[in-house]
C-alpha cells in the first residue's frame, strides 16, 4: 500500500513492508499521546467522521488522533440523524462529504458499504467497520499491542501461540486480525468458540494456506500454553433475535480461576472492547483486575490495546495526508497539565 491520498478499506491492502512502516512511526507518536509534544502538521486539514453503527472508542479515538495533529473534525453519529434516512445512496452522501473534507472515517452496519461509499468519494476513507466483515484500523492496534508485548518479552510474532475466544463468526475485529496474521511465520492459533460461532471457513483457509498450524475447540477447561489471550464478545446485534444471542452469554467467562487453570497465569490477555460487564456476560471477570493496576508487567492489556490505537490511527493519517516529512517541525511543548 502506498498510503498517500489511497483510501484504506481492508487489510488485504498491506503488506509486511507497508505494517512496519506504520508501526515505526506509530512509536514516534509516543510524544504526542502522551502529552508532551503538540503538533499543527494537519493545520487546516478536515476529518468527516460518519458514523452510522454505535462506537465510542474508534469514533473518539479517529477525532483525538486528528486533533492531537492540528486538524479539525466533524461528526455525523446515526444514520437517523443523516441524509441517509430520507433515501439518500451511500455514493450521493460520498459525493457531497468529501467536498466538506480532507478524509473521510467511515462505520456502517453493512457488509462492503464503506467499500461503496469510496467508490464516490473524491478523498481517502478510511474503513472504521462495516458490519461483520472488517475493521481495519482495529486489526492494526492489535498487532502492534502484540508485536510491542511479545518484544517486551524478547519474542517475536513469528512462532507465537494465539488463541481466540468467543463469538468468532461475527467478530469483524477478529477477521481483520487473522488477516495480517497470515503475513507471519510458524504460527498457532487456537479458536475456543461454540459450534454455531466458528470462524468462517474463508478465513481459515487463507490462514491454512499461509502455514499457521490451526486447532478448534468448544472447551476453554483445559491447558493452554500461550502467548496471546484475545477474548471478544458475544455479537448480539449480529444476531436474529436478542432471544438467539442469549444462548451464548456468558459461556466463555474468563477469571482468575481459569486464567491459572487454563492458561498457567502466562499469556497477555486482549479484548478489543467494549466488553460486556453485566453479570449474565461479563466476559472478562471483574477479578483480573488486579493483573492490570498492581502490576507494571501485567498480563491484562486491554487498556494499554485501547490506547494502542490512538498511536497507530495518528500514523495512519500522517501516511495517508503524507505530511510525514513535515513532522515535527511545528511541534510545541505542552504548557498545561492534566492528571494523566
Not at 499543527?40 to 478536515?46: N, S
Not at 491454512?208 to 446485534?237: M, P
Not at 436474529?240 to 482468575?256: C, F, H, M, T, V
Not at 479484548?271 to 498480563?299: I, M, V
Request: with cysteine; hydrophobic share 35%; aromatic share 8%.
Amino acid at each position: 500500500m502506498k498510503f498517500y491520498n489511497d483510501h484504506f478499506l481492508s487489510v488485504e491492502q498491506l503488506d509486511p513492508n507497508s505494517i512496519q512502516s506504520l508501526f515505526i512511526l506509530a512509536d514516534k507518536m509516543k510524544k504526542y499521546t502522551d502529552r508532551q509534544l503538540t503538533s499543527k502538521v494537519l493545520d487546516g486539514a478536515i476529518l468527516c467522521s460518519l458514523f452510522f453503527e454505535p462506537s465510542t472508542r474508534t469514533r473518539l479515538s479517529f477525532g483525538s488522533a486528528f486533533n492531537l495533529l492540528g486538524g479539525s473534525v466533524r461528526e455525523t453519529v446515526g444514520s437517523g440523524a443523516s441524509s441517509l434516512s430520507k433515501g439518500e445512496s451511500l455514493f450521493d452522501t460520498a459525493k457531497v462529504v468529501s467536498h466538506y473534507s480532507d478524509v473521510i472515517t467511515m462505520r456502517h452496519p453493512d457488509k462492503y458499504s464503506v467499500n461503496k461509499f469510496s467508490k464516490g468519494s473524491t478523498v481517502p476513507v478510511i474503513n472504521a467497520g462495516d458490519g461483520a466483515n472488517e475493521h481495519p484500523t482495529q486489526a492494526l492496534l492489535d498487532l502492534y499491542t502484540i508485536h510491542k508485548e511479545l518484544k517486551t518479552k524478547k519474542k517475536l510474532i513469528n512462532n507465537a501461540h494465539i488463541v481466540f475466544i468467543g463469538d468468532l463468526k461475527h467478530s469483524r475485529t477478529i477477521h481483520s486480525l487473522c488477516k495480517l496474521l497470515t503475513h507471519y511465520k510458524g504460527l498457532n492459533i487456537t479458536f475456543v468458540s461454540p459450534d454455531a460461532l466458528t470462524m468462517p471457513l474463508q478465513a481459515l483457509d487463507e490462514l491454512y494456506d499461509s502455514g499457521v498450524i490451526i486447532n478448534q475447540t468448544y472447551h476453554l477447561e483445559q491447558s493452554f500454553n500461550c502467548d496471546v489471550i484475545y477474548q471478544t464478545r458475544i455479537q448480539e446485534e449480529r444476531f436474529n433475535s436478542q432471544e438467539d444471542a442469549n444462548k451464548y452469554r456468558g459461556i466463555y467467562r474468563l477469571n482468575q480461576s481459569v486464567y491459572q487453570s487454563s492458561f498457567g497465569n502466562s499469556g497477555i490477555i486482549m479484548h478489543p472492547l467494549p466488553r460486556d460487564s453485566r453479570p449474565q456476560a461479563n466476559e472478562l471477570d471483574t477479578d483480573l483486575y488486579p493483573l492490570e493496576h498492581e502490576s507494571k508487567k501485567s498480563n491484562l492489556r486491554i487498556f494499554e490495546q485501547s490506547n494502542n490505537g490512538l498511536a497507530i490511527r495518528m500514523a495512519l493519517f500522517i501516511k495517508i495526508l503524507d505530511v510525514e516529512s513535515s513532522l515535527g517541525s511545528n511541534d510545541q511543548p505542552v504548557i498545561w497539565k492534566t492528571n494523566r
